[in-house]
């Protein structure tokens, strides 16, 4: 049959990304390689897409390095979807993560600039001010994201 074009598979990725919170070990485990190989292969398509960059830049971040994850691969993922973001939607996106990796790395100046440059296309984001309030507690959004409970009490959410 005809190959997915590169933004179904990126969808497609995230949507089974997204319902790993549900599943079972085994399940997450099979399914996390399944949700890398979609990421993947859209970048084949286009190896420049910033949305595909991120999201493979998550993969590496969230999966334990034994079945593959690399912190520094996820730093290089998300600082090119940065650099090949061809309108605001996909630089906003990029540098907000972008911005939580360095977060991540303790680079906390440039963690603070990447993130009020992302405010500049996006003035109002919710989701700015949540990170710059995650951030000013010594979290990253990218941490959180991972396991919101553990925070939400320090944070009086």
């Known amino acids: 049959g005809k ?3 590169k933004w179904l598979l990126v969808n497609q990725g995230d949507l089974i990304s997204f319902s790993l919170q549900f599943a079972t070990l085994s399940e997450a485990i099979k399914s996390g390689l399944e949700v890398k ?13 910033s949305f595909a960059l991120v999201n493979l830049g998550m993969w590496y971040y969230y999966v334990p390095g034994i079945a593959g994850g690399d912190k520094q691969k996820t730093y290089d993922f998300v600082k090119k979807s940065v650099t090949n973001a061809t309108n605001d939607s996909e630089l906003y996106f990029a540098k907000i993560i972008y911005s939580q990796t360095l ?12 993130l009020e440059q992302a405010k500049t ?4 984001s919710q989701n700015i001010k949540f ?3 995650l951030n000013n507690a010594g979290i990253s959004y990218i941490d959180y994201s991972g396991n919101p409970k553990k925070y939400d009490k320090k944070l009086g959410n």
């Open 37 to 49: 190989t979609y990421y993947e292969d859209a970048l084949k398509q286009d190896d420049k897409m």
């Open 121 to 124: 296309l996006c003035p109002e």
């Open 131 to 133: 990170m710059e309030k």
């Open 103 to 114: 977060f991540e790395q303790e680079k906390f100046e440039e963690s603070k600039t990447e």
């Open 3 to 5: 190959t997915p074009n």
